[in-house]
């Protein structure tokens, strides 16, 4: 009997996260469609597939939990998640990372290894509704009917509550970009005392302001985005500059997101040593004024911005040389940057 409970439940799980899959899309029709083509899909078929993707997981859903048909909804599953799959691994490979949004908006962030772990399970979950239509075809009937309909009722509890997760998500993006477009003039004035934050790395530690000035060491906080293509070639030159900086200046690259995906952005575009960290929402950028990526704040020992947002990689050079050229200047630290630097 307990083989049979885990039959339905496998089918109940498959059911929920197509259904949530196929209303994410169709919710979001703008994202969507963005999606579909930033994978890849030729521009005259982009409706076409933007419609017909939640049509047929919408059915994946439904038939899943029909006992003569669920054998069908697992190979169909099956297919679509190996299909998905191998286009992203090739978007990974070839260095590109789109929004996903393969749950609509709640799911924008850009596709990475997390992607093909979280396909992989939905892979093994799809095998086992398989293998499971095989060999208890007629699951739920000689389930207990309280016991059958209990399990269904919390499946769609579940499925609700993962769906306000994500609403939760969207909202709280859509408040920072709000914030970030109502702050007014970028960054903050040169001489202003740097606002403290938090930031967290891949293990969960946490790493404020006052820890990386210890040392009377310069601070460079590089904000940067997993899907910036310019992001990408800067993180491949800043260990160069921290090898020759080290002595005085801390470089942090700042994402935003998941901490893991974050530090394997950082391994794989080569920032060595470098700290690659991720704010929790937007709060650090909030903060120091900061409205794209990539882009970098310096500030000084005293805990003062140096200097205004520097945007771009040339800038963002500037920036140091300021730091090493105040090293050795009589000028207060918190005098501003000086002229003729870029901004």
Known sequence: MLIEYGVWVSRLALCAVFGLSAWG????????????????????WVPAVAWGLPVAEAVI????????ASGVAAVAALLLLGVFTVMIARLLRRGERPSCSCFGTASAAPIGPKTLGRNGVLVVLAAAVGVGALTHPRVPMGLPADDAIGCAVVAVLSAVLVWIAGQLRVLRRRVDEQALSTLGAEGLPAGSIAPEFELLDARGGKTTLEGLLAGQRWVLLVFVHPGCELCAALARELPRWHAR?????????VGNGDAAEQAAWGVENGLGDIPSLVQRGNEAALRYRVRGTPSAVLIDPDGRVAAPVARGAIAIRELISTAKTARHSPTPAHSGIPAGISR
Do not use: E, H, Y
């Open 25 to 44: 899309k169709l919710a979001d029709r703008s994202a969507t469609r963005q999606a579909v083509g930033d994978f890849g899909v030729p521009l005259r």
């Open 61 to 68: 859903a439904v038939v899943a939990l029909l006992p003569w």
């Open 245 to 253: 900086n080290s002595d005085i200046l801390a470089i942090v690259a």
